[in-house]
């Protein structure tokens, strides 16, 4: 009953892993962060990361794109491949791998620079730009896809910060999207969004998917529902139950995933 | 299966009161049939007139329940093993209603079977065939209570017994009509009495199905045992002796 239809399993089994994740573990200090775990993550699908508080999915998330680099004390071990390449490789640039695996954080936090300065920034810096003219088409290009294009395009020149906190999360969203990244992380990109301003984002994610392997992590269970194809659950670093969300949220494996979605006390 | 509790206590006690009213509503439709097969043997109209009325009580519960399922699921958003028990409750009482409805109807027909001609052993006949959907409703509903999948499939199993009792019962009318058509009124009555009660099994089979879903996520797959043949292969033949 639950099976996903025929044609989408198809797609599913045609789709190769865009990301593969291989024993990965992740240490704090001497507080042992990820433990072990294995995930393949798909091209052209929207992936949930679910868990209570401290479970890992939000470190998990930030070593896709070597965001715990930044962190002294953080030791990560086991292999990431983005298109079956290491990304913790020596040869790999971090600022490279992070215009291909693009980044939306849980509070919007645009440049304190104009609207088109804040899209502008990444192409500019990787060198995608080769006039004013191209600049351009990226930035409306960007815009239109952050769904956010029709509300600025008047006001381009004006401060990014000035914009309310849902547009200033497409905003974002199409920073993050202008370097054409493979992959966008998303770490609770809705958490201080109203209802209107989530439904929008959650659109946009929608759409993305036809162009990016997109990763989330969220605490509202009700949007991992509603966005993802797949759906991982994390506990105590551990990584419990990944699967098909329909499946997750009908009908779990792991009583711990049940007990975590259906909101007992596990 | 999850013992636990919810964090949100509220949604425990949304859950239990939908689940002792689908307990309640299964009591009443219990009684109801042993009632209805009692009153059609003993040609006991009061108890058929207490068949009717109660009724109501069965239709109250089903409408409750609905409504309670249908605010809880826009209230709690109920997920996994939440969702499977008020998907299955809700489709359980639909079923259940449809038992109590068929019951009335059996004890609206003894009424007027008690101002007819006795057909020797009929009712006896029905009265098995009702007690086998009795005992198969209580079982499916205790699979439910104690989240059994091999007694709710032993339940599914054995509509095919009901099923057989109805062959069984559908020949012996016609062989009456046959014999004298004075028998004719009464037999068509009993004809559809074990034709609603062969529907009664259905519905129970429905339930176990409900309660498999509810415990392990899955529908059965293929058609249920299907032992009815009289819609398909047995056809009016006058000269045809009973076996």
């Given at each position: 009953m639950y099976d996903a239809p025929k044609s989408l399993e198809t797609t599913l089994d045609q789709k190769t892993a865009k990301i593969t994740a291989r024993d990965v573990q992740v240490h704090y200090g001497d507080n042992?962060?990820?433990?072990?775990v294995n995930v393949n993550i798909e091209a052209n699908t929207v992936t949930a990361f679910i868990g209570?508080?401290?479970?890992?999915k939000s470190t998990f998330l930030r070593c896709i794109n070597r965001m715990?680099?930044?962190?002294?004390?953080c030791r990560v071990q086991g292999k990431i491949l983005l298109d079956g390449e290491?990304?913790?490789?020596?040869?790999?640039?971090p600022v490279q791998l992070r215009a291909k695996v693009g980044m939306v954080f849980q509070k919007p936090n645009?440049?304190?620079?104009s609207i088109y300065d804040n899209i502008a920034y990444g192409p500019r810096i990787h060198g995608l730009a080769k006039n004013k003219a191209d600049l351009d088409e990226i930035v409306e290009k960007s815009l239109r896809r952050g769904a956010i294009w029709e509300e600025v395009k008047d006001r381009l020149?004006?401060?990014?910060?000035?914009?309310?906190g849902g547009q200033q999360q497409r905003l974002c969203i199409a920073r993050a999207i202008a370097t054409e990244p493979e992959v966008l992380l998303m770490d609770?990109?809705?958490?201080?969004?109203d209802p209107i301003a989530t439904a929008q984002v959650e659109e946009l994610i929608d759409e993305l998917r036809q162009q990016y392997s997109v990763v989330i992590v969220t605490h509202s269970m009700q949007q991992a529902a509603r966005v993802s194809q797949r759906t991982a659950f994390f506990h105590l670093g551990n990584l419990v139950e990944f699967g098909d969300t329909v499946k997750i949220f009908t009908?779990?494996?792991?009583s711990r995933t049940e007990s975590y979605i259906t909101g007992r006390i596990g | 299966m999850n013992d636990s509790r919810h964090i949100a206590s509220a949604f425990d006690r949304d859950l239990d009161s939908i689940h002792a009213k689908i307990l309640k509503m299964g009591g009443l439709v219990e009684a109801s049939i042993v009632d209805s097969s009692k009153a059609l043997e003993s040609r006991d109209q009061e108890l058929a007139e207490k068949v009717r009325r109660g009724d109501a009580a069965i239709d109250a519960l089903d409408e409750q329940i609905n409504d309670e399922v249908a605010n809880l699921i826009a209230l709690r958003a109920p997920t996994a093993v939440d969702l499977r028990t008020v998907l299955a409750i809700m489709r359980m009482t639909s079923n259940l209603e449809r038992i109590g409805d068929l019951s009335k109807n059996l004890a609206k027909r003894s009424d007027v079977l008690g101002q007819l001609t006795q057909i020797s052993g009929a009712t006896g006949s029905i009265r098995r065939m009702t007690r086998e959907v009795e005992a198969m409703l209580k079982d499916a509903l205790d699979a439910f209570i104690q989240r059994d999948p091999d007694f709710a499939r032993d339940v599914i199993e054995r509509d095919r017994e009901v099923d057989e009792m109805y062959n069984t019962l559908f020949r012996e009318f016609l062989t009456f009509m046959l014999e004298d058509p004075r028998n004719i009124t009464a037999c068509m009555h009993l004809h559809f009495i074990a034709k609603n009660v062969e529907r009664m099994g259905d519905h129970v089979t429905a339930i176990a199905e409900q309660v498999l879903f509810y415990v392990t996520g899955e529908t059965p797959e293929g058609?249920?045992?299907?032992?009815?043949v009289t819609s398909s292969d047995?056809?009016?033949?006058?000269?045809a002796e009973p076996d």
């Open positions: 042992h962060a990820i433990k072990d209570p508080s401290g479970c890992g715990n680099d930044t962190i002294d004390i290491d990304i913790n490789d020596k040869r790999v640039d645009p440049f304190p620079k020149h004006a401060s990014g910060t000035g914009l309310s609770e990109p809705c958490s201080a969004l009908n779990p494996e792991d | 058609s249920r045992p299907k032992a009815d047995m056809k009016y033949n006058p000269e």
